[in-house]
């Protein structure tokens, strides 16, 4: 066995096990239309390849269609859809446009009409259009607050459902009378529709005095305006939406754990929920790994520990990184010395936080080969400098746009005891 070559393997094979192609086809199998014109309108990071899915699918049968999509993620031309590419986690000016010319697409539909609706993670920040009184500004600067904050991603699209005209099921809203089948890759844990993409297609079900409550967790400062806008009731119930979920994190840890037990380990996952500071979840890993070590707990090696979901960083540094660079620099720290130990965590859209690198992966023998570079990881990680650190220690990860996006995925493999 061969820790890293193996880790890297299940990586991608549970990537590709969530490529979009084979989702959205899937999905589209009962999709059926009323006879009147079809309007294909795709978001997220995923969204160029479910709309080349949905193309090659459905063909000419699409009146027209409209993606948007994140800079680099865009691959080529598909029959004769409007493809935009624009900024992500910040949205930029790129995006109100975007978003006018999709809410052009479906204006004026009737009852006989449908809308597709292709949703992916990222959708977010790739679809906008503010709310009357708010600015891209506004939007950009609460965005930034509460990333640097270290709030999840439920709680940030809480925040931005009302700050929008289109999230938060208002765009189903404009769709009507027109039926809309939203087909959805979810990065969200718990697979909350409301909060993928922050709900574009799907009624606010957080609460009216929800989106206060975050503002005043996180400290946010804003104009009083905004405030006014966020102690708004959300949009209730819609009547024109069928919504299909099409992938998930449960789908990228069940096909790591598969590949992982067609090469020999054990294997548990321990949660496709995970939610929380990533160096602390860095910490838990190497917490476990310890104790498999020592008690062959709570799986005896050749062994893997897996756990899903999305973690955050608080920023209190300058340096430069992502969740997953931070949670494998973490760890790193906390397996110095170990042997037959590698530990790996990964974006699965292949970007971790504002970095070209996808993740990292680390061993027992990281932490020394930084300190031999001059580097004090301890001090990297306190810095937030995670991807300079494992750059130098060469063990990022960089993939590039993998054309999916449903969470991460963290391992641990371990081949003897102690």
Not at 145 to 159: H, P, R
Not at 267 to 286: I, K
Not at 382 to 403: C, E, F, Q
Request: with cysteine; charged share 20%; net charge negative.
């Amino acid at each position: 066995m061969n820790l890293r070559e193996d880790a890297l393997n299940a990586v991608k094979n549970a990537i590709d096990s969530v490529l979009p192609e084979a989702a959205v086809k899937n999905a589209l199998s009962d999709f059926r239309s009323e006879g009147g014109k079809i309007i294909l309108a795709a978001i997220g990071k995923a969204a160029w390849r479910m709309s080349n899915a949905a193309h090659q699918a459905l063909g000419e049968s699409v009146s027209r269609g409209v993606v948007i999509t994140k800079d680099e993620h865009s691959m080529g031309s598909i029959g004769n859809y409007e493809i935009y590419e624009c900024a992500h986690p910040v949205p930029d000016g790129r995006v109100i446009n975007a978003t006018r010319r999709v809410i052009e697409a479906v204006s004026g539909l009737s009852s006989n009409d449908c809308v597709l609706f292709l949703v992916s993670g990222g959708g977010s920040a790739l679809f906008e259009s503010p709310a009357e009184g708010v600015s891209l500004d506004d939007i950009s600067d609460i965005t930034g607050q509460l990333l640097a904050s270290g709030a999840d991603i439920l709680e940030m699209n809480i925040i931005r459902k009302r700050l929008s005209s289109v999230k938060g099921g208002k765009f189903a809203a404009l769709c009507s009378p027109a039926k809309v089948t939203a087909i959805i890759l979810s990065d969200v844990l718990g697979d909350k529709l409301d909060s993928i993409a922050s709900g574009p297609a799907y009624h606010d079900e957080s609460g009216q005095d929800a989106a206060l409550r975050v503002a005043r967790k996180y400290s946010l400062n804003a104009r009083p305006e905004i405030f006014e806008l966020l102690g708004r009731p959300g949009i209730g119930r819609l009547e024109n939406v069928t919504s299909v979920l099409a992938g998930n994190c449960s789908n990228l840890c069940g096909a790591a754990e598969k590949s992982l037990k067609k090469m020999g380990y054990s294997v548990v996952t321990l949660t496709t929920r995970l939610s929380c500071e990533a160096r602390a979840a860095g910490d838990v890993f190497a917490c476990i790994a310890k104790e498999i070590a020592e008690t062959s707990r709570p799986i005896s090696p050749p062994c893997a520990v897996i756990m899903g979901g999305e973690t955050v960083v608080r920023i209190k540094g300058n340096g430069k990184g992502g969740r997953n660079q931070e949670m494998a620099l973490a760890a790193a720290i906390g397996i110095d010395g170990m042997k037959d130990t590698v530990f790996v965590s990964v974006g699965s859209d292949g970007t971790d936080g504002p970095t070209d690198a996808a993740g990292g992966i680390v061993d027992g023998n990281t932490a020394g080969k930084l300190l031999a570079l001059g580097i004090n990881p301890q001090f990297a990680l306190d810095n937030n400098d995670s991807y300079n650190a494992l750059n130098a220690s060469g063990d990022i990860i960089k993939t590039g746009p993998t054309g999916t996006n449903v969470n991460d995925i963290s391992i641990l493999l371990m081949k003897n005891r102690g």
